[in-house]
């Protein structure tokens, strides 16, 4: 679903991890944008102008590679000093800048979205700046922190922000700069030798779904997380699929999403901007629609529904994300529709006729698949299959025999169709889908039918007494005349 104009479309499937709290957000520098901070090759040519260092040959050669952890592992041992040297240059280049506009609000919008509905806060982060304590002490917000080596079990109990690669001290404590995740010695500790890291990435992708943010096809960060979980597909680990974010330039998008997908990481692409505006609105307007719950959605549909659906375009989906409010399982959205005045179009029934479904929706519809995944089950919103393995299809057009009841979703749908029951469009329809009609969308019909019956002989009733009225005015105005 696309949340905004130009914006990426979030797929489906993980919309719907994410409504079920089996999402979990890994956070890279890209988030910290807005507050003033660089992307580690931003902060690495930081560190040297810190250091008034330039980079020798052999670190040159690592930066035009994108080695940045490699670069700073040879400065470290280049210069006197080198490992607290940089680490203090490092902590002197992550300075946010609270004043900028919008500094903190992608911090806000990704909390608010790592929170379930249980109330569990699960978020990563790779960066060491201190912009999500800045919200927490702002905000008022308490859950457990975690900072690297001293990691949690991700399993269901826990709970918490998770600081993989260290957090910066508020001081220049050299103990606690030790611990930060920089250079490629320290990747290799993490990552390769003690592996506390890979630990943590390899059971978080058992557990969960996890979707990359704020960083880029070449980040050496994201490359030491998928060699760990290849190393695991290759002992035959299961682990779920993996999302995450990416910009491309123009032309570059098919090339890049390809580049991501040998990641083996499904992209959600969007197009690339100096200050990467349709990530961070993405992200913000995600979150304000999944902290609304279903009065989110139901905005959506007020903010759409009198809309003329062939107006949609890739740049803005306004029929996806109204499909997407529409299928909630309470069929409050739905139910929203069914009651605009004006009422919806009848120009609605081609995208919800249009075969878009597929079994990965099948649980936003209250159908839980314990059956061996059936990638060939395709369905429309006004056809499709009901709760109960062994029963026909939900529709409301039936062929002689079908009879199975509607969920809410479909029994509001059916209100909004009777609303047009004075349109020969409808009719057509009803022929075309070539069988009787369902006895609760005949009952909607009969019961809008009576409504224009009782209109009818109100009106009626309502022009004799106005004849008789006009006759008394005559005989009166004859009288008085006489």
């Not at 123009?250 to 505006?277: D, G, M």
Request: positive net charge; charged residues 25%.
């Amino acid at each position: 679903m696309q949340f905004i104009k130009n914006g990426p479309d979030v797929p489906t499937e993980l919309l719907e991890a994410h409504e079920e709290g089996r999402v979990v957000f890994f956070c890279g520098a890209g988030i910290s944008y807005p507050a003033g901070l660089p992307l580690f090759e931003g902060l690495v040519s930081k560190i040297y102008a810190a250091l008034g260092e330039n980079p020798s040959d052999v670190e040159q050669a690592a930066l035009r590679a994108y080695q940045y952890d490699t670069v700073l592992g040879l400065l470290e041992r280049r210069i006197t000093g080198g490992r607290r040297a940089v680490r203090e240059a490092l902590a002197s280049s992550l300075k946010p800048n609270y004043e900028k506009r919008g500094a903190l609000q992608t911090h806000r919008a990704l909390l608010a979205l790592a929170e379930t509905r249980a109330g569990a806060t699960r978020l990563v982060t790779t960066n060491f700046d201190r912009v999500f304590e800045k919200v927490l002490e702002e905000d008022g917000l308490r859950f457990d922190r975690y900072s690297a080596p001293l990691l949690p079990v991700p399993k269901n109990r826990w709970d918490g922000l998770v600081y993989l690669h260290g957090l910066l001290p508020e001081g220049a404590q050299e103990i606690e700069l030790n611990k930060l995740v920089v250079s490629s010695g320290d990747f290799g500790l993490a990552y390769l030798t003690e592996r506390w890291a890979s630990r943590f990435v390899s059971e978080l992708f058992r557990g969960y779904t996890v979707c990359f943010v704020g960083y880029s096809i070449n980040d050496p960060i994201l490359r030491y997380m998928m060699d760990a979980l290849a190393a695991d597909k290759l002992m035959g680990e299961d682990t779920k699929p993996a999302f995450a974010f990416g910009s491309h330039a123009k032309s570059r998008e098919v090339q890049v999403a390809n580049e991501w997908e040998a990641k083996n990481v499904v992209p959600i692409l969007y197009k690339e901007t100096r200050k990467h505006t349709y990530l961070h609105r993405t992200l913000h307007a995600w979150a304000a629609s999944y902290r609304d719950g279903v009065t989110g959605k139901q905005a959506i549909v007020g903010r759409y529904a009198n809309l003329k659906p062939t107006g949609t375009t890739k740049q803005d989906d306004f029929v996806g994300r109204l499909m997407w409010a529409l299928s909630d399982k309470t069929g409050l959205p739905a139910k929203r529709f069914a009651d605009m005045d004006p009422v919806p179009s009848l120009e609605w029934l081609e995208p919800f006729e249009k075969v878009s479904f597929g079994e990965k929706d099948l649980v936003r519809f209250g159908i839980q698949h314990k059956h061996p995944t059936n990638s060939k089950v395709k369905f429309s919103l006004l056809k499709r299959p009901t709760p109960y393995s062994l029963s026909d299809w939900m529709r409301p057009v039936v062929f002689p025999g079908n009879r199975n009841g509607f969920d809410e979703v479909m029994k509001h749908l059916a209100r909004w169709l009777a609303k047009h029951v004075g349109d020969p469009e409808l009719f057509l329809w009803a022929v075309g889908q070539g069988g009787e009609l369902h006895p609760a969308f005949r009952w909607e019909i009969s019961r809008k039918l009576e409504g224009f019956l009782r209109f009818a002989n109100a009106a009626t009733n309502h022009q004799k007494a106005t004849r008789q009225g006009d006759c008394i005015l005559l005989d009166s105005y004859v009288d008085f005349t006489i």
